[in-house]
């Protein structure tokens, strides 16, 4: 079996795959001060309540945008599943041509969904993940990676208005039936949700334009993509797992 690691701002995201299946995953917080025992005890109980064994993983590939953690879990593979991880970045082979100025500035986490999309769908396609920022990600038809946009995430603006303000309070991010609130919070609510929509819109048609205008596919993941992609009617598929299955493709091009 093989344990996919993507290593994000605010979640860790795992899943093991038996060849091309997704049999299981799960999600950890991020924390920067964990140890690396921490970690190997949350792993290690989230296989056992899964009725997976610790000697069933075989493989380990980990993608990261957090590098002091990066090598909490190349530890963990070597010390709880006796194998070497992959790690995406230089030298690992895509087999998708960077058209960045700087690739190595490049989200790890953004190519492998973009590995992902393509691999699924074909190009033109454009990838948009609520994670902690909102990224997007555009695919030329070729199968190149030629760049994207990068955007506040829907929970950093809501912790902005609580963080940046006196008297606006934190609150759950929920669509409001109607947009003009009749409370702070549901005032708040309304302009985050409806306001957040907008720019998903607005960056997805600017894109598309500089594509050429014809069919671009897109497709949304992320901690917040099931809650808004119904919202946003330029967005074709949702897939929750992109960056899981894009980590698997990568291991089988790239496995020993």
């Not at 949350?42 to 945008?65: K, M, P, Q, Y």
């Not at 949304?220 to 009617?233: D, H, L, Y």
């Not at 598929?237 to 091009?253: A, T």
């Amino acid at each position: 079996m093989l344990l996919a690691i993507d290593i994000g701002n605010t979640t860790v995201a795992l899943g093991v795959f038996q060849e091309k299946k997704l049999v299981k995953d799960w999600r950890l917080r991020t924390e920067k001060d964990k140890t690396s025992d921490e970690y190997g005890i949350d792993l290690l109980n989230l296989l056992r309540f899964s009725g997976l064994e610790a000697a069933e993983i075989r493989s380990v590939i980990i993608s990261s945008v957090v590098p002091p953690i990066t090598p909490i879990f190349q530890n963990l593979s070597q010390s709880l599943f006796q194998t070497r991880a992959l790690v995406v970045g230089p030298g690992l082979k895509t087999g998708m041509p960077i058209l960045y100025e700087n690739p190595l500035e490049v989200g790890a986490d953004r190519i492998v969904a973009a590995v992902a999309a393509y691999g699924k769908y074909g190009g033109p396609c454009i990838v948009v993940d609520f994670g902690t920022a909102t990224t997007f990600d555009a695919v030329s038809s070729q199968g190149e990676y030629l760049g994207g946009a990068i955007a506040p995430g829907i929970q950093i603006s809501a912790e902005a208005l609580y963080l940046k303000t006196a008297k606006l309070p934190r609150i759950e991010i929920k669509k409001t039936q109607k947009a003009i609130g009749k409370t702070t919070v549901a005032s708040m609510q309304s302009g985050l949700y409806f306001g957040y929509i907008g720019l998903i819109s607005n960056i997805i048609d600017e894109i598309k334009k500089e594509m050429g205008g014809g069919k671009t596919r897109v497709i949304s993941t992320g901690g917040f993509a099931e809650q808004i992609t119904p919202e946003v009617r330029s967005i074709d598929s949702c897939e929750p797992h992109l960056v899981l299955e894009g980590l698997r493709i990568l291991y089988e091009k790239n496995k020993p």
